[in-house]
């Protein structure tokens, strides 16, 4: 049996049969599906206007290009076209619309940080990122930066942002607590620091 999956806005209009849902698929229709949450509540906060949009609009466009670079690099070697790495990638935030057609062109990783420099927010996110036992991981980086915007979060009043910020704050929370436990439980102490310190 074949069941059909439909998405007016993010142009999803494809049909799976068991056989096609591999992978590879999956991860695509995942992405297609977080473009879109992405996009609508970026607009849905735009309409909010206010302290609300002040606050979610550049955390929600941090998110879209952070998902944009992760896309990038994950689809290197990977039998995917442009075009449609292209079309994962979500229509908002600092890279959308110049940044994510260099994005989408990037071969290697190397290009991808080079793109990510000529946009301030993104200047030094590849500083300290590498193999070694304290070097960081491009997703720690993120992580970082991702909890220093939520904790501004807190600092204006009256807003619906503070709420998401809040969550987000305890997801990583939560991802902290899951690291010291895997550390201790690997018995590899000396990288048992190496959790995104929240406040």
Same mark, same amino acid.
């Given at each position: ?7 007016g806005s993010s ?24 473009? /879109?949450?992405?996009?609508d509540f970026y ?23 952070? @998902?944009?670079?992760?896309? /990038? ?39 991808? @940080?080079?793109?990510?420099? @000529? ?22 980086? $993120? ?14 009043? $009256?807003?619906?942002?503070?709420? $998401?910020? $809040? ?7 939560? @991802? ?24």
């Amino acid at each position: 049996s074949r069941e059909r999956v439909s998405q007016g806005s993010s142009g999803i209009n494809a049909e799976y049969g068991e056989n096609d849902l591999d992978e590879m698929n999956i991860e695509i229709l995942r992405n297609k599906l977080y473009k /879109t949450y992405l996009e609508d509540f970026y607009a849905f906060c735009m309409e909010l206007g206010g302290t609300t949009a002040e606050v979610m609009c550049p955390i929600l466009a941090f998110e879209a290009d952070r @998902r944009a670079i992760t896309i /990038t690099i994950n689809s290197f070697r990977t039998d995917l076209l442009k075009d449609d790495i292209e079309n994962l990638y979500p229509r908002c935030g600092m890279l959308y619309p110049e940044g994510l057609k260099f994005l989408k062109n990037a071969e290697d990783r190397e290009e991808v @940080r080079r793109i990510c420099e @000529r946009y301030g927010m993104y200047k030094d996110l590849h500083s300290g990122v590498g193999d070694g036992p304290n070097d960081k991981t491009l997703e720690d980086r $993120f992580f970082q930066e991702e909890v220093k915007m939520l904790a501004l979060g807190f600092m204006n009043s $009256f807003h619906l942002g503070v709420f $998401f910020a $809040f969550v987000k704050l305890k997801e990583q929370e939560n @991802r902290n607590i899951v690291w010291i436990a895997e550390c201790i439980a690997q018995k590899n102490k000396s990288k048992i620091d190496n959790y995104i310190p929240i406040f």
